[in-house]
């Protein structure tokens, strides 16, 4: 990786670039359950409606290749601890390590801000989330059936 490679926190001016890579996940149909593209008001309420999350980007020469996400999991006590987390690479750039650091530094992210688990759901044919997820050192806890309603059918 060369030194024009930067991970930070996500501010405002960044949301129409992390919007564009987020409707490629859409679009894509193997990241997300969500199926209309999202536009930029909706995009902008999301970053500004929930005052845990913790919104990072990585960026190349000032463009923005990627975006993740930490999110608390549940809005109940017991679950303070627990976080989930999204993640989203630009199509040029996935397969390219992005993802991998983008998570090593969402998980640093967490342990500062007293987290102390990190969950996601994937689906199962996501070939290249679940690779990054075995590589950072996740474990399949289960599968979920006709679980997710994505065009009309269940999705796993
Ligand atoms: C999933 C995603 C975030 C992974 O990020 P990435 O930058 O492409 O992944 P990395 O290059 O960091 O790869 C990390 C590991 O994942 C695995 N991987 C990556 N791409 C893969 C592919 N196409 N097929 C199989 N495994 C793959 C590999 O094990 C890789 O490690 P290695 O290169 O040492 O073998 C990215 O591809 C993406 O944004 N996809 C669309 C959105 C999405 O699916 N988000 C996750 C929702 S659950």
């Known amino acids: 990786m060369d030194s024009h490679w930067k991970i930070r926190e996500a501010v405002e001016q ?3 670039q992390i919007l564009n890579i987020y409707n490629q996940g859409i679009e894509d149909r193997i ?3 969500e199926s209309k593209p999202k536009n930029l008001e909706q995009m902008i309420e999301w970053y500004q409606a929930r005052p845990c999350r913790y919104t990072i980007v990585i960026s190349h020469h000032g463009e923005i290749c990627g975006w993740a996400s930490l999110n608390p999991y549940s809005h109940r ?5 627990v976080a989930d987390l999204s993640v989203y690479i630009d199509r ?9 650091l983008l998570l ?10 007293g987290f102390h688990k990190i969950v996601l759901f994937t689906f199962p044919f996501n070939l290249s989330g679940q690779g990054l997820y075995r590589k950072a050192g996740y474990r399949e806890v289960g599968v979920f059936h006709n679980q997710g309603m994505l065009d009309g059918q269940y999705y796993y």
């Open 14 to 16: 960044d949301i129409p």
């Open 77 to 81: 006590c017991a679950y303070r601890g």
């Open 31 to 33: 990241a997300t359950l």
């Open 104 to 113: 090593q530094e969402l998980e640093r992210k967490a342990k500062e801000n």
């Open 92 to 100: 040029q750039w996935r397969g390219k390590g992005l993802g991998f």
